[in-house]
């Protein structure tokens, strides 16, 4: 299990979650409120998010999303990213 941490709305709020699931994901399942307008498909960049910690934790940046142009750290596609580990974000908000 891996421990996510979402910065949102002035508040902080830390999740369980399993291996493998991506950050959009974990966001859905605890009602954390996360924009993702292509259904998390990678296509739309409504879903970035940006890592605080644990950039290390994350799957490799894919395809999609250097073809979205989010290829810098901190920005991550978080329908893309899946957690290995401990990880802590910034819900972009719109
Ligand atoms: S939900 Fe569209 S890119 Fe992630």
């Given at each position: 299990?891996?421990?996510?941490?979402?910065?949102?709305?002035?508040?902080?709020?830390?999740?369980?979650?399993?291996?493998?699931?991506?950050?959009?994901?974990?966001?859905?399942?605890?009602?954390?409120?996360?924009?993702?307008?292509?259904?998390?498909?990678?296509?739309?960049?409504?879903?970035?998010?940006?890592?605080?910690?644990?950039?290390?934790?994350?799957?490799?940046?894919?395809?999609?999303?250097e073809n979205m142009g989010i290829?810098?750290?901190?920005?991550?596609?978080?329908?893309?990213?899946?957690?290995?580990?401990?990880?802590?974000?910034?819900?972009?908000?719109?």
């Amino acid at each position: 299990m891996a421990k996510v941490a979402f910065h949102y709305s002035g508040q902080v709020k830390t999740v369980e979650a399993k291996d493998g699931e991506t950050i959009l994901q974990i966001a859905l399942d605890n009602a954390i409120p996360m924009e993702h307008a292509c259904g998390g498909n990678g296509f739309c960049t409504t879903c970035m998010c940006q890592v605080k910690k644990g950039m290390e934790n994350l799957s490799p940046r894919n395809d999609r999303e250097e073809n979205m142009g989010i290829v810098e750290d901190p920005d991550r596609l978080s329908c893309q990213a899946q957690v290995r580990g401990d990880v802590e974000v910034e819900v972009v908000e719109y």
